[in-house]
Each structure stands twice: as structure tokens, then as C-alpha cells.
């Protein structure tokens, strides 16, 4: 009886982690502008966006990296001054470590200064990386 109960539990347990995980997956979560960190062109390695970069930060071996890119790549063709700058999280682990990257994919979004204004951790979705964009612009 007891074995049963146990599993049942850890069942329930593993339910609700699952989706907890799955409802926070890829959420675009909101920074407050007073303390947002500044990136500069050249910790990122590329030139920001006139108006928005999108930073998207990958490893090598993940999946939802590159269907990610091919979102954000969708979305900087129906925006204009909006860049897409991909940066490999191993080769840079400077940069992850201090700004607390804990997954890959995750992607930030700056505005024309640099300012970190929106950031996802998992895979967003199109929709919301554009309405983050209005954030931002």
C-alpha cells in the first residue's frame, strides 16, 4: 500500500513540475528599463539594430535553437531596423554568466541603445517576440 501511495505522489509531483515548466517555457518576461543592463556592439559581435536587436543566445546541440532562429529571422524581415544577432553561449560563457543564462535557447531583446528590455528563456513565439519588439522600438 505504502509503494502505491508513493507513486502516486511522485506522479502528482512530476504532473504539476511539467506543467509548471511547459507554461513557462519561452514566456517573454518584461525588465524594468531603470536597471536594465546596456550590451554593446561589442560584446555581442555584431552591429545592434536601429531600433531593436534580438540576441539570441544557442549552443550546438539544440533543437529548439534553430527553430528559434528561424523565428527570429521571421521576424527581422517583417520589421524593419530590427537586427538578429546569434551568439554561441559555450564560446562566450562571460557574457552568460553575467547576464544568468540558464538554458539555451534564450533571447533577448534590446532596444536601440542596448538596454535589455524583454527576455525568453525556451522557444518564443512569433507573436510574442513582435510584441516585445513594441517595447522596445
Known amino acids: 500500500m505504502t509503494g502505491v501511495v508513493v507513486c502516486v505522489a511522485v506522479l502528482a509531483a512530476a504532473a504539476v513540475f511539467g506543467l509548471v515548466h511547459r507554461r513557462r517555457d519561452g514566456r517573454i518576461r518584461v525588465r ?71 538554458k539555451t535557447p534564450t533571447v533577448l531583446v534590446l532596444d536601440a541603445d542596448g538596454a535589455i528590455v524583454r527576455r525568453a528563456a525556451g522557444q518564443p513565439r512569433k507573436a510574442d517576440v513582435i510584441a516585445a519588439l513594441g517595447a522596445a522600438v
Open 32 to 102: 524594468d528599463k531603470d536597471t536594465a543592463e546596456l550590451l554593446t556592439a561589442g560584446e555581442i559581435g555584431a552591429e545592434l539594430g536601429e531600433r531593436a536587436t534580438l540576441v539570441q543566445f544557442s549552443s550546438a546541440f539544440c533543437a529548439p535553437c534553430r527553430a528559434t532562429r528561424r523565428t527570429l529571422e521571421d521576424v527581422v524581415r517583417m520589421v524593419d531596423g530590427v537586427a538578429h544577432v546569434e551568439i554561441d553561449a559555450e564560446a562566450h560563457l562571460d557574457l552568460v554568466r553575467r547576464l544568468g543564462i540558464l
